[in-house]
Nanobody
């Protein structure tokens, strides 16, 4: 499975962005997909995850109510809709796939995309 993350950019606080994670490989639709982010000097942290069916979803507390994860099986793509962005959301965002259970741990994900930069100005 190869993952391609896109959609990052520079946005003002309060703005919105939609990240996409497009995948190749027939087994992608059977995997849980997660979004993680890493700010300079910080550990990579969990943001959101969605299981293969889309019926099980998890978010880190700091993005609940602002971010929405979804997946389109026909397009082999997982999205992260980010609204009400804050400067503290600034980071490189990575998508990852792996496993069948919803997980917040980066060690449970096998395949990783290259990352897309999100910068939120105040």
């Amino acid at each position: 499975v190869q993952l391609q993350a896109s959609g990052g950019g520079l946005v003002q606080a309060g703005g919105s962005l939609r990240l996409s994670c497009a995948a190749s490989g027939r087994t992608y639709s059977t995997y849980t997909v997660g979004w993680f982010r890493q700010a300079p000097g910080k550990e990579r942290e969990f943001v959101a995850a969605i299981n293969y069916s889309g019926l099980s979803i998890a978010y880190t507390d700091s993005v609940k109510g602002r971010f929405t994860i979804s997946r389109d099986g026909a397009k082999n793509t997982v999205y992260l809709e980010m609204n009400s962005l804050k400067p503290e959301d600034t980071a490189v965002y990575y998508c990852a796939a792996g496993g069948y259970l919803l997980s917040r741990s980066r060690y449970d994900y096998t395949f990783w995309g290259q990352g897309t930069q999100v910068t939120v100005s105040s």
